[in-house]
Each structure stands twice: as structure tokens, then as C-alpha cells.
């Protein structure tokens, strides 16, 4: 006839969970994924010349009013402006001459899948210091 009014002895049974290791447990988790996130999104290699599902303008045609022009990157290097193929540094020369007396709304810019990204930004960029600013890029759709 002991003091005691349950199996244990006087102990109350705890039906309750205690939440400070879960918590703890799903910070660190949520640590991890928070800095590894950023490294798993970073990838290299992929093909972006094709496009899914698109909801970009279309190239307009040449009997538009707009007045634009095609520039393609090959991969070799060379730049085809219309139908005129040049060096990357004959294109450098011969742009202004392209445009001379053309107010050109937009220039179009078509690289091979191929083509190293360093020559697509060095065109882009001289494009741009030449005075164009709205350049499109131009992708084949799927």
C-alpha cells in the first residue's frame, strides 16, 4: 500500500511530444537545402537555342515597315550580315557602312548552337556601343 498511485510509482505519463528537436532538426535541414540550392542551379552545357513553347514576337518579315537587321554568328567564327559572310573583325569594319542612312528599330541576332558564348556577348556589345539597343536574339522553336 505504497504511496504511489499509478505503475510507476508517482511518475505522470507525458503524452505530449517535445517539438525542440524536431524544430532544431528541420533548421538545419532548411540550412542545408538553402546553400546547396544555389549550386545545383548553376549548371553548364545546356543547348538554349530551342525554345519549348514560346510566347516571343516573331521575326517580322521583310515587306514590314520595320526596319531591321539579321546578323548570324557561324560557328567557325564568321558573322554573316544579310547574305554578306565576314571575319569577325572584317564585320567590326564593315558594320557602320551596313547601317549608314538605315534608322534601324531592331537588329536581330541569330548564333549557331555551336557558338561560344564569349564571340555572342563581344558582337552584342559592340552592337550595343555602336548605338543599338534593342538587339533580339533569334531561336529555333521546337
Known amino acids: 500500500?505504497?504511496?504511489?498511485?499509478?505503475?510507476?510509482?508517482?511518475?505522470?505519463?507525458?503524452s505530449e511530444i517535445n517539438l525542440t528537436p524536431l524544430i532544431d532538426t528541420l533548421l538545419v535541414l532548411l540550412i542545408v537545402f538553402m546553400v546547396t540550392a544555389p549550386a545545383i542551379s548553376r549548371t553548364v552545357g545546356v543547348r538554349l537555342p530551342k525554345a519549348e513553347s514560346s510566347t516571343a514576337p516573331r521575326v517580322p518579315s521583310p515587306s514590314a515597315e520595320i526596319d531591321f537587321?539579321?546578323?548570324?554568328?557561324?560557328?567557325?567564327?564568321?558573322?554573316?550580315?544579310?547574305?554578306?559572310?565576314y571575319s569577325l573583325d572584317e564585320f567590326f569594319e564593315q558594320f557602320p557602312g551596313h547601317v549608314k542612312d538605315r534608322e534601324l528599330e531592331k537588329i536581330f541576332l541569330q548564333a549557331d548552337r555551336t557558338v561560344q558564348y564569349a564571340q555572342l556577348v563581344k558582337v552584342m556589345v559592340y552592337l550595343r556601343d555602336q548605338g543599338h539597343e534593342n538587339i533580339g536574339l533569334v531561336f529555333e522553336e521546337k
Not at 537587321?69 to 559572310?85: I, M, S, W
Open 69 to 85: 537587321l539579321t546578323v548570324g554568328l557561324k560557328p567557325d567564327g564568321g558573322v554573316v550580315v544579310e547574305t554578306q559572310e
Open 1 to 14: 500500500m505504497g504511496g504511489g498511485s499509478g505503475p510507476s510509482g508517482g511518475r505522470k505519463i507525458v
